[in-house]
């Protein structure tokens, strides 16, 4: 059964900008954190940027002041607005959505590809 559903990735040219989307599944209650992580080639996952419940964010130096986490508590959303992208924003891009429960969901992830 899939857990969450992302979209939204694609090839961009550097300077330009992507929103990544993901839904979690009715099955999946009591969200607390809701969050995006990529994986470069070579290169071992990183966070993007979380969002709490109650709203607090946290970003990753890398990308503060050029994404913006939010999510729809009520939809079970969470999407990523990247904007002025990098070459080195190349990733697959991977949801994440933990439960109060403690226990953690991941999607399948998204690649997300900016040329120079």
């Known amino acids: 059964q899939v857990q969450l559903v992302e979209s939204g990735g694609g090839l961009v040219q550097a300077g330009g900008s992507l929103r990544l989307s993901c839904a979690a599944s009715?099955?999946?209650?009591?969200?607390?954190?809701m969050g995006w992580y990529r994986q470069a080639p070579g290169k071992q996952r990183e966070l993007v940027a979380t969002?709490?419940?109650?709203?607090?964010?946290n970003y990753a130096d890398s990308v503060k002041g050029r994404f913006t986490i939010s999510r729809d508590s009520a939809k079970k959303l969470v999407h990523l607005q990247m904007n002025s992208l990098k070459p080195e924003d190349t990733a697959v891009y991977y949801c994440?959505?933990?439960?109060?429960?403690?226990?953690?969901?991941w999607g399948q992830g998204t690649q997300v590809t900016v040329s120079s």
């Open positions: 969002i709490t419940r109650g709203g607090s964010t």
């Open positions: 994440k959505v933990s439960a109060e429960s403690g226990i953690g969901y």
């Open positions: 009715r099955s999946i209650f009591s969200i607390n954190v």
